[in-house]
């Protein structure tokens, strides 16, 4: 058996019963295969990919806290404090009744590769809760924040781990988390990105993974011969990372004709309206149902089923394993040709194959979304310098960045003989700044 084999069967063995966590390890192991073989040995000897599958720490806590008629409810907490190699943990919190430690081993696990790539001084690290703040009162989120960061605050710090949002965490949650951090603690530091403004937030945080997320795609598309501007874009999700693809794609001339949520999904022909979907979405907090009744030309659809679309670009920006082998299929059938995800690990490992298979250009979500951990770390830089920098600043850093990205993908897949594949010049690129920094800093 070869050592990425050997490393695989461990993993599996050593984390019974977490499937997103074997495929996100699987993912990369697999692609790793010609890097690996070139030092195999060194690499084994090291135990390298070993000590990069398991996390530094894992820590589970109980988060008890008080609804509004009184009743104690609990929830488990969640910190995985995946790698620090190359600077202090770093990644979201989300809070979804999905949530168990698989998952977060699975995103803390692809989050050490993302910001590794993304050229910044930050380690991996994801959190959370299977909490689920739909249909909860402000005062609720509020006591479930405070209880959850209550045991938080002593694992964390601006220099050692920093936590945002992810899925269920917004601003909102944010502001709440901070304020008791900042209580217990009695500092005033960047202890958590996607601040509000008034507090040391950074201006085009909120927008960054979806601006980020087009940017790259304009960025391959280029590099292959096309541009968005006239180009159909579906796109799922209906929350942040979403609602800005869907307004940067109208910015570079594209129109976004579809988004969803997880009880249903809309087709606009005339493309998505970005203020209606903010109101519904961001300030209502209401279904997609209101979106149909709010736009007449609006088709509102139950169910799963945004992929049958037709549409030149596919954004998956909701969730893991949205999209699927059959769905890839109903979309390479409708002339789509480029893929770029959103969201993390988004295409199952079947769909991914097809689309490769097929020629579509496919861009995963450790290099498509990282624009918003390099803009969480932009707000570190700026919080550190006591600064806070423009608009225009931080996009135009996000925006190089994010090409950035795109070119060490690319050089990296050629430089292995696999022009094109971007989801092993992810894995490589990132593979490589964090082996480096594991080995120069000795068996820790
Ligand atoms: P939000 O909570 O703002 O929005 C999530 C969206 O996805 C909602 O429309 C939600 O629908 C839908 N969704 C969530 N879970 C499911 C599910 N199980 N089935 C169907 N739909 C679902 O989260 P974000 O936009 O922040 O995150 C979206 C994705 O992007 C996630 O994979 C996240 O990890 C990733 N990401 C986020 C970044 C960020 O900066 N926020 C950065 C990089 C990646 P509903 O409201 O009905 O639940
Ligand atoms: O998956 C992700 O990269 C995020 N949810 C953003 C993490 C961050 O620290 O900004």
């Not at 995103?107 to 050229?119: P, S």
Request: hydrophobic share 40%.
């Amino acid at each position: 058996m070869d050592y990425v084999e050997e490393v695989f069967d461990r993993v599996r063995l050593q984390n019974p019963a977490q499937p997103e966590f074997h495929q996100a390890v699987r993912e990369v192991l697999t692609t790793l295969r010609p890097v690996i073989a070139r030092d195999e040995e060194r690499y084994r000897r090291e135990a390298l990919l070993e000590r990069m599958t398991t996390p530094e720490r894992v820590i589970l806590f109980r988060v008890p806290w008080v609804d509004d008629r009184g009743q104690v409810q609990v929830n488990n907490g969640f910190r995985v404090q995946f790698n620090s190699a190359i600077g202090p943990y770093k990644g979201g919190l989300r809070f979804h009744p999905s949530v168990n430690l698989g998952v977060i081993k699975f995103l803390g696990f692809e989050q050490v590769f993302k910001n590794a790539l993304t050229g910044l001084p930050i380690g991996g690290g994801k959190g959370g809760a299977d909490f689920d703040p739909k249909g909860k009162s402000d005062r609720e989120v509020m006591a479930f924040c405070q209880s959850f960061m209550t045991e938080l605050y002593r694992h964390i710090g601006a220099d050692t781990d920093v936590p945002a949002g992810d899925i269920g965490v917004g601003g909102r949650e944010i502001g709440y988390l901070y304020g008791q951090y900042k209580r217990i603690r009695g500092t005033y530091e960047g202890v958590l990105t996607g601040k509000g403004l008034t507090y040391g937030g950074s201006l085009a945080r909120t927008e960054a993974t979806g601006y980020g997320l087009l940017y790259l795609t304009e960025e391959m598309l280029k590099s292959n011969g096309k541009t968005l501007a006239g180009l159909t874009v579906a796109v799922s999700g209906a929350g942040n990372v979403a609602t800005y693809a869907i307004q940067k794609a109208w910015q570079l001339g594209a129109k976004p004709v579809t988004c969803s949520d997880s009880t249903g999904w809309i087709y606009d022909p005339e493309g998505i309206d970005v203020a209606t979907l903010k109101q519904v979405k961001e300030v209502r907090r209401a279904r997609l149902t209101e979106y149909a009744a709010q736009r007449p030309g609006a088709e509102y659809h139950p169910g799963k089923g945004v992929w049958t679309v037709k549409c030149d670009v596919a954004l998956p920006c909701a969730t893991q394993n949205e999209l699927g082998l059959e769905d890839a299929k109903a979309l390479v059938a409708n002339g789509c040709f480029a893929v770029a995800e959103g969201a993390n690990m988004p295409t199952t490992l079947e769909a991914t194959k097809y689309f490769q298979d097929h020629g579509i250009l496919f861009c995963p979500g450790k290099a498509a979304n990282a624009g918003g951990v390099a803009t969480s770390a932009l707000e570190m830089s700026q919080n550190s310098q006591r600064l806070s920098w423009t608009f225009q600043e931080v996009d135009s850093r996000l925006q190089g960045i994010m090409v950035n990205i795109f070119h060490m993908l690319d050089d990296a897949a050629k430089e292995y003989g696999m022009a094109g594949d971007y989801v092993a010049g992810a894995n490589i690129a990132g593979f490589r700044k964090v082996a480096q920094a594991m080995e120069a800093q000795g068996i820790v």
